[in-house]
């Protein structure tokens, strides 16, 4: 009965606006006097103590890597050499567009930052060169929706937090999910615009442009380069990214001002100032589900009432895919996480399968009304109405249901790798 007052309490709540920090936390001290030891201040000490761990530092650290990434002109240079590369091909700039997302995602872990940084560079130049905005558009805002699958990425390293999975096993998952995404997003690119004229490829051109970016270019490589080496923790790299890019951007292209350093900091600081107090009040419920057994109690009910697997899988999908809906990303992560890894693995999904089919589910949420940040953020930054923007993603939202699908029942294009790894 008092579970069922909570439940009904914290919809209401959610229904009514009010911020979900406070939901949480008037979740979180519920949950502490009525199952708990009955003190609210164990409340304050599961708090303290889910902010005490190393691998939370791996958050500010990529936040920060990302905000760089967007001021500075590592951005540009890497984007410049993909241009290059892709002039001779049908819709050249079209392809440049997705494989520079993809690159970008590469470095910064963020959909936003990704997308605004590419679209900077790319949009007034896919407009002059005859491409539609509709295209344009679509295809920054959902080439954007790599940050999150392309390693490194922030809602893999917040689920791996929640869950206790590993990062890194979840990084390798996210390469093969990232590589179909972005070659089926390739392909469309191309054949969407293959009346476009091709340009010649400049070879004297293209030698310049990789000399001038060639620091560019080699941030992904010394990243990911260390994490599937090993050599680097995730937290490890982020600090390397952060080294490397503020020594690359001072001394050798010389674009970002002290004052922009202050600025990205400040930013960064704001994220983390609406993320961390949402992590440490969930991690709190989460502590007083486990030691009272909700999970344990929910996979009960689950597989006394559905005993497939297909449908149970099919039922999470819908589920995450209107908490993409209606929630950012890290509330939804934070509240369905603890109480949907559990239950996978009772139906036979792994922790990481399940993570990876998370991500997927709420990418598609930066693209769906009426939270999906990518079109909100879109509409400031390419002046465009609301209704144009969202008529713009439908056909990258069915290419990505479509390979959301894939991942969910051909589980070896996230898991392959990790099994090498």
């Known amino acids: 009965m008092m579970a069922l007052l909570l439940i009904l309490g914290v919809i209401g709540l959610l229904a009514l606006r009010v911020n979900l920090v406070l939901v949480l936390m008037a979740a979180a001290i ?72 993809a690159a970008f995602s590469a470095i910064s872990g963020s959909s936003i930052v990704t997308m605004l940084a590419v679209g ?26 790599l940050g999150i699958v392309i390693p490194p990425s922030m809602p893999m390293i917040l689920y791996g937090i929640v869950t206790e999975s590993s990062i890194t096993d979840l990084f390798t998952a996210g390469i093969g999910p990232g590589l179909l995404l972005t070659l089926v997003f390739a392909i ?27 620091w560019a270019a080699l941030l992904p490589v010394v990243l990911l380069g260390g994490i599937y ?9 982020a600090v390397v990214a952060i080294l490397y890019a503020a020594v690359v951007e001072a001394l050798i292209y010389r674009e970002l001002k002290s004052r922009d350093y202050l600025e990205s900091c400040i930013e960064a600081g704001k994220i983390l100032g609406a993320l961390f107090p949402l992590i440490a009040v969930a991690a709190s419920v989460n502590l007083v589900m486990t030691e009272n057994r909700l999970p344990q109690h929910l996979v009960e009910f689950a597989l006394a009432r559905v005993e497939n697997e297909t449908l149970f899988i099919l039922v999470v999908n819908a589920i995450l895919l209107v908490m993409g809906c209606v929630m ?28 990876i089919i998370m991500i997927l589910n709420l990418e598609i949420g930066f693209l769906t009304p009426p939270v999906g940040m990518n079109l909100i953020v879109a509409m400031t930054a390419f002046k465009e109405k609301f209704g144009f923007i969202c008529r713009s993603v ?28």
């Open 30 to 101: 519920f949950t502490h006097v009525v199952w708990g030891d009955g003190e609210v201040e164990f409340f304050i000490q599961d708090v303290w103590s889910s902010m005490d761990r190393e691998l939370l530092l791996a958050v500010p650290l990529f936040i920060l890597v990302g905000q760089l990434m967007g001021r500075g002109a590592i951005a540009e240079r890497l984007i410049g050499i993909i241009v290059e590369m892709t002039r001779p091909f049908p819709g050249g700039m079209a392809l440049a567009t997705v494989l520079s997302c």
């Open 120 to 145: 900077a560079v790319l949009y007034p130049m896919l407009v002059k060169n005859g491409y539609s905005k509709s295209f344009s558009i679509g295809a920054l805002c959902a080439g954007g929706t």
């Open 188 to 214: 469309y690119a191309v054949i969407a615009n293959r009346h476009i004229q091709r340009q010649e490829f400049n070879l004297a051109r293209f030698w310049a442009t990789l000399k001038d970016g060639i």
């Open 229 to 237: 080496s090993g050599y680097f923790s995730p937290t490890e790299a």
């Open 328 to 355: 950012d990303t890290s509330s939804a992560i934070v509240i369905a996480a603890p109480l949907l890894e559990p239950l996978a693995k009772a139906y036979g999904f792994g922790s990481t399968h399940l993570g």
């Open 394 to 421: 439908l056909p990258w939202i069915a290419m990505m249901m479509g390979c959301l699908l894939a991942v969910t029942f051909l589980p070896w294009i996230a898991l392959a790798l990790v099994g090498s790894h």
